[in-house]
T-cell receptor, first 115, second 111 residues
Framework: GAVVSQHPSRVICKSGTSVKIECRSL??????MFWYRQFPKKSLMLMAT?????????EQGVEKDKFLINHASLTLSTLTVTSAHPEDSSFYIC???????????FGPGTRLTVL | GQQLNQSPQSMFIQEGEDVSMNCTSS?????WLWYKQDPGEGPVLLIA?????ELTSNGRLTAQFGITRKDSFLNISASIPSDVGIYFC???????????FGTGTRLTVIP
């Protein structure tokens, strides 16, 4: 159990376009979902935390107007990278929480390449 | 701010060898988590530690919660090729429900 999916797994887009990434908890209801960004050979950096039905909490330095997060239900959160630029190219990983911080289950990630 | 430094940054070992890596923190943690990330995938939880001095095993993996609560160690015995990946330590951010990840140790196992 505790499977989290992400879609798409890879996306290539042109500079200036917006990209939406979906994160779904397939077999449990997630009280909280987290969005991370990972640069090559680097660690995971938390971007934002979202709770179903409320606004996301963004980490310092993360532009909320740039990275729009919607947590419409207990099984779905979306991250939209608006007006993407090449520097937004990265590996984006979501996780779904089922209780405390250590019950986080990670999705397989989405590799975004902005040309 | 919080820092979790992992050592070594990378390791190249022969199949069958034992592996040791550690994680040190600039502040006290009450929980230590060890994750493995395969290339192009999300992290998977390997071991969770909740008490200072605790030693916990999961198959060929053994992790220890340092007595000072500022460090943790992960050992892998008799490494196999599928052990390849990046190992991250992580701990809960004080007062929040999210995790802070370490810098990672990249393991390569040579068959």
């Amino acid at each position: 159990g505790a499977v989290v999916s992400q879609h798409p797994s890879r996306v290539i887009c042109k500079s200036g376009t917006s990209v939406k990434i979906e994160c779904r908890s397939l077999d449990f209801q997630a009280t909280t979902m987290f969005w991370y960004r990972q640069f090559p050979k680097k660690s995971l950096m938390l971007m934002a935390t979202s709770n179903e039905g409320s606004k996301a909490t963004y980490e310092q330095g993360v532009e909320k107007d740039k990275f729009l997060i919607n947590h419409a239900s207990l099984t779905l959160s979306t991250l939209t990278v608006t007006s993407a630029h090449p520097e937004d190219s990265s590996f984006y990983i979501c996780s779904a929480g089922r209780g405390s911080y250590n019950e986080q289950f990670f999705g397989p990630g989405t590799r975004l390449t902005v040309l | 701010g919080q820092q979790l430094n992992q050592s070594p940054q990378s390791m190249f070992i022969q199949e069958g060898e034992d592996v040791s890596m550690n994680c040190t923190s600039s502040s006290i943690f009450n929980t230590w988590l060890w994750y493995k990330q395969d290339p192009g995938e999300g992290p998977v939880l390997l071991i969770a530690l909740y008490k200072a001095g605790e030693l916990t095993s999961n198959g060929r993996l053994t992790a220890q919660f340092g007595i000072t609560r500022k460090d943790s160690f992960l050992n892998i015995s008799a490494s196999i090729p599928s052990d390849v990946g990046i190992y991250f330590c992580a701990g809960p951010v004080a007062g929040a429900n999210n995790l802070f990840f370490g810098t990672g140790t990249r393991l390569t196992v040579i068959p």
